[in-house]
């Protein structure tokens, strides 16, 4: 593989910095700009003495200007846990609209490909099951979701105004809910609600009945995809996530059992909009990218395991 010289916004996040370092692995030249108002440098403390790679803290929402080559630009710059759409609702809402504009302003300068991270999230409370890239989804714009949702569906929006009016080359992702090291111990998602809890010995915290289904994608399969199709010529949303379905008891028994806690399981009402199911049609990244994930949610848990231990070990210090 060629070297490159990369962008990527948003890389000091959870997954932006596994990114950053599969691709610095693979030999290339990786920009980081993070403002970090979730990500942190101790996401890329691996990578801090590395002669590729460079930091560059700013707000996306600002223009960017980069000096040089660029042959790629990725955006993956946003909060994305539930508890952020409340906080940081009007920095969501920019990075989707004005951070997009600016990331694929920089493209554009530097006759770079542009890399979109989207998100399963624009599908809604689905109504169709599993969810197809050809589903339009069913989505409260005003509900508290709505910020995160509608900053993505934008970005698609424009990142394919630019596909068409500039012809720049552009590749989009749904990612489908992704978990591993480096998520927030706080993140408010439910794998790292559980896995926190369980080693607190709290109660897991299960919104609704807990018949409500996720699928979980360990972030190296994720990533995995991201190269793939980078690889390929495609221009139109691909969904990544794993195709197989988990209650929210389900889930909390697998997290009860893998870490031997003795939390009991404790139901509270259901949030506004919070989607019955969730599961994606990977049909086209299999045909596409030859791609589907292949770590379980065990594995994938077990995994994950170190991190919150030293992640909630830090937090009580």
């Known amino acids: 593989m060629q070297t490159k010289t990369i962008v990527l916004t948003g890389g000091a996040g959870f997954i932006g910095s596994h990114l950053a370092e599969r691709l610095i692995a693979e030999g290339n030249k990786v920009i980081v700009i993070d403002n970090l108002v979730t990500g942190s440098l101790e996401n890329l403390k691996s ?33 994305a846990s539930p508890i952020d759409f409340e906080k940081l609702a009007i920095p969501i809402l920019k990075v989707g609209s004005l951070g997009t504009h600016n990331a694929l302003g920089l493209a554009l300068e530097k006759g770079a490909k542009f890399f979109l991270a989207s998100t399963s999230e624009v599908y809604g409370d689905p109504d169709i099951h599993p969810q197809p890239e050809t589903y339009n989804g ?19 929006a424009i990142t394919m105004a630019y596909h068409r009016k500039h012809k720049i080359d ?6 489908f809910n992704t978990y591993g ?12 609600n559980f896995l926190t809890q369980a080693l607190s010995n709290l109660p897991l915290t299960i919104y609704g009945d807990g018949s409500q289904t996720r699928s979980f994608q360990f972030v190296d ?25 988990f209650t929210m008891l389900e889930l909390a028994h697998k997290v009860l059992k ?20 969730r599961r994606p049609d990977i049909s086209r990244a299999k045909a596409l990218l030859d791609w589907e994930p292949n770590i379980q949610l065990e594995d994938g848990l077990l995994k994950s ?12 210090h």
């Open 47 to 79: 990578l801090s003495d590395n002669e590729n790679f460079k930091f560059i803290n700013q707000n996306v929402s600002q223009f960017l200007s980069i000096e040089g080559h660029v042959d790629w630009v990725m955006h993956f710059a946003s909060p």
């Open 138 to 156: 069913n989505v409260n714009p005003i509900g508290p979701r709505g910020v995160y949702d509608e900053s993505k569906r934008f970005a698609e």
């Open 170 to 175: 552009t590749r989009i992702i749904r990612i």
């Open 181 to 192: 090291p480096r998520m927030r111990a706080d993140d408010g998602r439910v794998v790292c």
């Open 221 to 245: 399969d994720l990533v995995e995809g991201i190269i793939r199709l980078m690889a390929v010529e495609y221009n139109l949303p691909v969904n990544l996530g794993n195709p197989y379905e």
């Open 258 to 277: 893998i870490t031997g806690s003795s939390s009991s399981i404790e139901f509270k009402a259901l949030p506004q909009d919070d989607p019955r199911r």
């Open 305 to 316: 395991l170190n991190h919150f231990k030293f992640a909630l070990k830090n937090t009580n």
